[in-house]
């Protein structure tokens, strides 16, 4: 599952097929919101448990500021 801005989701899309499972930020507010948003919704409707581990892995720090 991959937390992302709706301005990746095409170019995610495209690189990875339409089977990898996205959570979309409505609007880009930041890593932390982002980590927010991608937990509330893996424990709320994927019924994630509180003991499960999440890998955070931002991108943002490795790539120009075109990229986004």
Known sequence: MI???KGQVEMLRNQLGPDVPLIVEPVRRDTFPAIALAATYLYSFKGTSLDDVIAVL???????TGFF
């Open 58 to 64: 931002p991108v943002d720090p490795y790539v120009e």
């Open 3 to 5: 937390a992302t801005g």
